[in-house]
Structure formats: C-alpha cells, structure tokens
C-alpha cells in the first residue's frame, strides 16, 4: 500500500497530504501498539478493515487510470479511505490509552498486594 500511495503522489495522480495521512497512521498505530503490548492486544476492527478495503479500491482505481465518471467515482473512493483511516486511528488511540489506564492499575492493585502480603 505504501509503495502504491507513494508512487501515486510521486507521479502527481494523487496529493501528497492523502499519502502523508495514510503512512502517518499506519506508522502511528504500529508504534502505539508497541506501546501497549504488555497490558494486551489490540485487536484489529472492522472499521480497520473497511479502511484498508477502501485504500485497496482507490488504489487500484487510481492505478487503472481511470477518465470520466469512474475518475470522479476514484476520488471520493480515495476520501472515504482517508476518513476512515482518521477515524479509524482516532478509535486505536482511544483503546490504547483505555487498555494502558487498567494495565497500569492492574500493576499498581498487583504491587500493593504483595507489598500487603510481604508486611
């Protein structure tokens, strides 16, 4: 998908800023599950796989190079991925911080029991 959007923007059929905002979240949710993988996984979501259908669709709609109609048609294919992929990262952020909140209380409940227990 990355080299797609890339070569896209590189050959000018597709903005810059489409391609920036893609790579950013895949980037960005990438490195905040990282973050939180020892207090559980995030599971991908449907709105995830909608997404990535949507880009795969306007990316291969932008690769046919299509004129007319289905031009127009690849442009709002390509706008629905990029909402998707904001709302979609927005939704990751949110359960990454939510998961992080009650693994760190579940370390701090866990610490203060054995402290208890140690006593």
Do not use: C, N
Request: hydrophobic share 60%.
């Amino acid at each position: 998908m990355a080299a797609g959007l890339i070569s896209l923007s590189a050959l000018g059929d597709l903005p810059w800023w489409v391609t920036a905002v893609i790579l950013a979240r895949e980037l960005g949710i990438t490195l905040m599950r990282f973050w939180v993988i020892r207090h559980g996984v995030i599971p991908a979501s449907r709105g995830g796989k909608m997404k990535t259908l949507a880009q795969g669709t306007a990316v291969g709609m932008y690769v046919l190079m299509l004129t007319g109609p289905l031009a127009t048609l690849r442009f709002w294919v390509m706008a629905v991925a990029v909402v998707l992929t904001v709302l979609t990262a927005l939704d990751y952020v949110r359960q990454a911080v939510v998961l992080r909140r009650r693994g760190l209380a579940a370390e701090r409940a866990a610490a203060e029991r054995s402290e208890a227990a140690a006593r």
